[in-house]
């Protein structure tokens, strides 16, 4: 029987591609110019697509920017998915924490404080945290002997994405206070509330 490749495809690299450029250019016009400071037309313009194809992937500009976090949840989702069964789940957290400060450091990062001003925004990040919330959960339910329908699970998925975002938001509003090392350590910190190897 045939293997099937979890690699994208050439079509699907350049799909991928092009979100990510859309997203990381219009971070990118915001930290210049506001969030009102640019149009779509600005960003397709320089980004060298058709609004058509910004229209394939985002419906406005606030989803666009927001799919930043996308990129950041699936980094981490990814370790957690490719780690052995019998790796410790606390362990495995401090892995996870230590890459998503790691990724999150090296992104623009300047959309999040526009939120607390910009309504749409602020929707279209919690857009995408209730995906996030679904998957952490899926994945706890995966790594423990607990079914997915079990409180826990999605008490602990609603606990690890606004720790998470509160220690981000903090480090954001303190100017990056510290650097990676500054949030992974509250990021550690936030998370040490709770003994996930008790789930197991």
């Not at 985002?58 to 996308?70: Q, R, T, V, Y």
Request: glycine residues 8%.
């Amino acid at each position: 029987m045939p293997t099937v490749s979890t690699v994208p495809g050439l079509r699907e690299q350049k799909k991928l591609s092009t979100r990510a450029a859309l997203t990381e250019q219009a971070l990118r016009l915001a930290d210049e110019r506001g969030y009102d400071g640019f149009t779509i037309a600005d960003l397709v313009d320089s980004v060298g697509v058709s609004r058509r194809t910004f229209s394939n992937y985002f419906a406005g500009k606030a989803e666009c920017l927001a799919a930043i976090s996308d990129s950041w949840m699936d980094g981490a989702l990814g370790l957690i998915e490719s780690a052995p069964a019998d790796r410790s789940l606390t362990a495995l957290l401090r892995e996870v924490l230590e890459n998503l400060s790691e990724q999150i450091v090296n992104s623009r990062t300047g959309i999040l404080a526009m939120a607390d001003s910009e309504p749409e925004l602020a929707a279209a990040l919690g857009a995408c945290e209730l995906v996030h919330g679904e998957r952490v959960a899926a994945v706890i339910s995966a790594r423990t002997s607990l079914a997915a329908d079990d409180i826990r699970i999605s008490l602990l998925a609603e606990f690890a994405l606004s720790a998470g975002r509160a220690c981000i938001q903090r480090w954001v509003m303190r100017d990056r206070a510290g650097g990676r090392e500054g949030l992974a350590r509250d990021l550690d910190l936030a998370f040490s509330l709770i003994d996930f190897d008790r789930l197991t």
